[in-house]
């Protein structure tokens, strides 16, 4: 039997069984069962040399969007709106094929956006060339979920399941929860609060269920059964995602500003032309990229071209902006001088591990080499050797 049916038949018992608390414990094993033949159906087959007939795009610009939905809402429309790349699209399904890139450039940066194929139920599986479109998803940094506002909204819940079929998780947090492997010692259960999802004999038998004997789990948080697994796979990718209704051209206002009201949401229409700069706006505002602009001694700031960092690519601290100037740089910095928000005075002398926000403007302020050698009024200004025996001697007077 292949995973995929194994899968289903697990999924069959699930549906079967009831739900209390004598078959909680199956249940949560059923759960543990899943998630394991998930992720092996995640590896690529032995002897394969991996990706092969996907269709990944070399990355380009400061951050990666992906366009995900079922056929036919737009996908394409958007991105030839927004970038100026033209992708095909037409009133049929299934009108791209592959993962077509565009570059969006908003407030100075440069934004890569990719087209990909509609995805349909069943993709996580392999159906239509899910498997591929979901890879390139988890490549990204967000992921703009394109939905047709004048479909039911059951298509938005569909496409989740999907995601979260292949271990992505959209708009959530990692759990709060600590756990790791030991050798020895067995168990040891403990939280910092009341758990009403799992108990302890839930966790051993989820633990056992992975062979797991000798561990330490600690819970900050009111997890549930999904959440251990979760924390126990250690291979999900916690991403943002925007939910674009496009189309709301064919709805009525009622339903547009229901649709517009919802958490992560924004309201579209390509043929009209309506609302991509809230869309923009909503997408940089996820993104969380962090512009630094350079200062050079004694000059105004060079505002053209910024530093972009991003704290899921590398992180937002001094250092990490002097590693993306020149490796070699963070070596050579005394001390940086900050303006912006993330100061709490102009300028702010500010150290490597100080964070910066975005639109913060930074002058390094390098170490000299002869530093060092003295401190204060005893600081050696003289470029004359320091001991009296290296210095040269005097010729004798002439008598
Ligand atoms: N009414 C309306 N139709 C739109 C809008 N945007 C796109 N369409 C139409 O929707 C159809 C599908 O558009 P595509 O851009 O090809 O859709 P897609 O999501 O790329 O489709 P696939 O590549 O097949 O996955 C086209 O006929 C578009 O003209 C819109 O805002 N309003
Ligand atoms: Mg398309």
Redesign the pocket.
């Known amino acids: 039997m292949g995973i995929i049916e194994r899968i289903k038949e697990i999924e069959a018992e699930m549906a079967r069984t009831q739900k209390n608390k004598a078959t909680e414990y199956h249940l949560g094993q059923l759960k543990a069962k899943i998630a394991k033949l998930r992720t092996q159906l995640l590896e690529p087959p032995k002897g394969s040399s991996g990706g092969g007939d996907g269709f990944e795009v070399t990355k380009f610009g400061h951050g990666r969007v992906a366009?995900i939905?079922?056929?036919?809402?737009?996908?394409?429309?958007?991105?030839?709106m927004l970038t100026g790349t033209h992708?095909?699209?037409?009133?049929?399904?299934?009108?791209?094929?592959t993962c077509i890139p565009g570059i969006i450039h908003y407030n100075d940066t440069k934004i890569q956006l990719l087209?990909?194929?509609?995805i349909i139920e069943g993709a996580s599986e392999g159906k239509g060339r899910g498997r591929q479109v979901i890879a390139v998803a988890k490549s990204s940094d967000i992921v703009l979920m394109?939905l047709d506002a004048s479909k039911s909204e059951g298509h938005r819940q569909i496409l989740t399941k999907e995601l979260e079929a292949v271990g992505l998780r959209l708009n959530k947090r990692p759990p709060q929860i600590y756990f790791k492997k030991k050798k020895t010692g067995g168990i040891s259960f403990n939280s910092t609060l009341t758990l009403t999802h799992v108990d302890e004999k839930l966790c051993y038998q989820i633990l056992h269920e992975y062979k797991i004997h000798n561990a330490e789990l600690l819970f900050r948080e009111d997890a549930t059964v999904d959440d251990l697994i979760d924390v126990i796979e250690g291979n999900r990718k916690y991403m943002k995602c925007v939910y674009v209704y496009?189309?709301?051209?064919?709805i009525g206002i009622d339903d547009v500003d229901k649709l517009a009201r919802q958490p992560n949401s924004v309201v579209?229409?390509?043929?009209?032309k309506?609302n991509f700069d809230r869309l923009l706006a909503k997408m940089w505002e996820e993104m969380g990229l962090v512009r630094v602009y350079t200062k050079p001694q004694g000059q105004q700031p060079d505002f053209g071209d910024p530093v972009v960092l991003s704290a899921d690519r590398g992180g937002c601290s001094v250092g990490d902006f002097c590693n993306h100037i020149h490796r070699s740089l963070m070596k050579e910095v005394k001390y940086v001088l900050v303006w912006g928000t993330s100061a709490r005075h102009y300028p702010q002398h500010c150290g490597l591990g100080h964070v910066l926000n975005d639109e913060d403007v930074v002058q390094i302020v390098k170490k000299k080499d002869k530093e060092g050698e003295g401190r204060g009024r005893f600081k050696s200004h003289s470029t004359a050797p320091a001991r009296i025996s290296d210095r040269e001697k005097k010729a004798p007077l002439k008598q």
Do not use: Q, R
């Open positions: 366009l939905g079922f056929p036919s809402v737009g996908k394409s429309t958007l991105l030839t992708s095909e699209a037409a009133s049929y399904e299934f009108t791209t094929l087209d990909l194929p509609g394109v496009n189309k709301i051209d064919v579209i229409s390509c043929n009209l309506l």
